[in-house]
């Protein structure tokens, strides 16, 4: 089994310390700038930051979905999420830049073996970024709105 990643950055004009209040949101800001590939999205304790534990289903592809239970934690400019139904971590990392701040998302787990495992690592990553762009893109209008 290999390891296999995604990562997605954007440039947000916003403070980094609103920005990583936004990405820590799991009750209110979360919801909103999900895609189309989550659904069933909860908030099942918590909902601000370290400690909170929400679940969702993402729809990777139109047979691949994904059934997460993310607890989290944060650790110092980023918010960490880690799958209790899988090897799937994901780390959002706050960033000064300017006078606003980068985000960059990177998801990893372990791969499966053989040839499915071949091809995961090479076409899973693909797939998730664009997932990953459009929630980015979906934070930075949400965080730059709301900053205005």
Known sequence: MAQVSAASTVLVEAPPEKVLAAIADYSTVRPKILSPHY??????????????????????????????????????HTVIEKDANSSMITNW?????????????????????????????????????????EVLANLKSHVERESR
């Open 93 to 133: 990392t706050v960033a000064p830049a300017g006078e606003g701040a980068t985000v960059t998302v990177k998801t990893t787990w372990q791969g499966a073996g053989g040839v499915g495992g071949f091809f995961e690592k090479i076409f899973a990553p693909l797939g998730l970024r664009k997932i990953q762009d």
């Open 39 to 76: 659904r069933d999205y909860k908030v099942l304790e918590g909902g601000q930051g370290a400690g909170t534990v929400a679940s969702w289903k993402l729809q990777a592809t139109k047979s691949r979905v994904r059934d997460v239970k993310a607890t989290v934690d944060v650790a110092g």
